[in-house]
């Protein structure tokens, strides 16, 4: 957490509010945006993201990129100028960071902040991850169901056996006087706590500071999609579980999911299409394995058993998840 006492203030909402590219896009961003991050050594996989969902109406016009560093802002300008992209300015996170370590902390009061921030102002928004297959946009009428529709937060599912636990990489937040406490608290607690913002923000749903709600995992669905058998096809496919840099877009392109020329960044219509069809059809590429995706299979398997008791059900959702790197670390 040292990382995070060091420069959590230059992640604050003051820090937000003090930026003058990130203040005067405010007033641009209409409902419904699409919030991203990046630096320099997410340049690529941002890229290919942008190829993947290039043909989509409306997909870029939505998305908002907030750089960390003036190489991933010059070169996201250069190619694409018509995006709303605003710099910010955390020196911290200008390196590359991993899961659990201090600057991926400090990554998630930063996110922690934006969305905050954006909820303040009146927005609605999507958060969500560039490591991730579009085979179709994110319909709005896909959040039109009764329960859906009452929802402060709807949520991405880590899994489909896995209940209610939050995958964290997406979701969609309503502006509405909960879901700014939800994320006050967040903020608050990911100043000095050491935890993973998806365990946490399980835990801040069980209690209750938001009307929280999960996505069925067929919309957004993981790597778990390719090992699994299902009838459903999903809209979006994340790439999670990948922990060398450069690796995960290596394992992408090898299953079928790289869409632009590796030096000019030019876009490949007709792999996008290919990959399309290839997840309409229901055929799965064979999964690029690394150990976390091992890892997370076993914590998964733990989550179920302790969902499947009342007594050990309270012990994951009061200790497990809000201590979640501390129980990590001790097994």
């Not at 969609?172 to 909960?178: F, H, Q, V």
């Not at 999903?234 to 290596?250: C, I, S």
């Not at 999911?257 to 799965?284: I, P, W, Y």
Request: proline share 4%; hydrophobic share 40%; net charge negative.
């Amino acid at each position: 957490m040292s990382t995070v006492f060091r420069h959590g203030s230059t992640v604050s909402e003051e820090a937000l509010l003090k930026n003058p590219e990130f203040l005067s896009i405010l007033p641009r961003l209409g409902n419904d945006t699409y919030v991203l991050f990046l630096n320099r050594y997410a340049l690529d996989m941002t890229f290919n993201w942008l190829c993947n969902t290039r043909e989509m109406e409306g997909v870029h016009q939505r998305a908002l990129f907030l750089t960390m560093d003036q190489e991933s802002t010059e070169k996201l300008r250069h190619l694409y100028p018509e995006l709303k992209i605003a710099r910010l300015n955390v020196p911290a996170l200008e390196d590359p960071f991993n899961y659990g370590d201090g600057p991926y902390q400090l990554f998630y009061l930063l996110r922690a902040n934006v969305a905050l921030t954006l909820a303040k102002f009146g927005h609605n928004f999507w958060m969500i991850q560039q490591d991730t297959f579009w085979r179709t946009p994110l319909a709005q009428t896909m959040l039109e169901s009764e329960q859906l529709q009452k929802a402060d937060i709807v949520f991405d599912s880590a899994g489909t056996n896995t209940s209610d636990l939050i995958a964290g990489g997406y979701y969609y937040a309503r502006s509405t006087p909960k879901t700014v406490d939800y994320f006050e608290k967040l903020v608050r607690d990911l100043s000095w706590w050491y935890a993973p913002d998806n365990g946490y923000m399980t835990y801040l749903c069980y209690r209750q500071f938001a009307d929280c709600v999960n996505m069925p995992f067929s919309w957004i669905t993981n790597w778990q999609w390719m090992l699994y058998p299902t009838s459903q096809v999903p809209h979006l496919v994340q790439f999670d579980g990948y922990t060398r840099l450069g690796g995960k877009l290596a394992a992408m392109k090898q299953m079928g999911f790289h869409f632009m020329d590796a030096e000019t960044k030019m876009c490949n219509a007709s792999a996008v299409t290919a990959a399309q069809s290839m997840v309409a059809q229901g055929l799965r590429p064979k999964l690029v394995i690394e150990s976390g995706h091992a890892q997370f299979a076993t914590y998964s398997r733990l989550i179920e058993i302790f969902q499947s008791n009342s007594a050990l059900a309270w012990l994951l959702y009061n200790f497990c998840l809000p201590f979640g790197h501390y129980v990590m670390l001790t097994m």
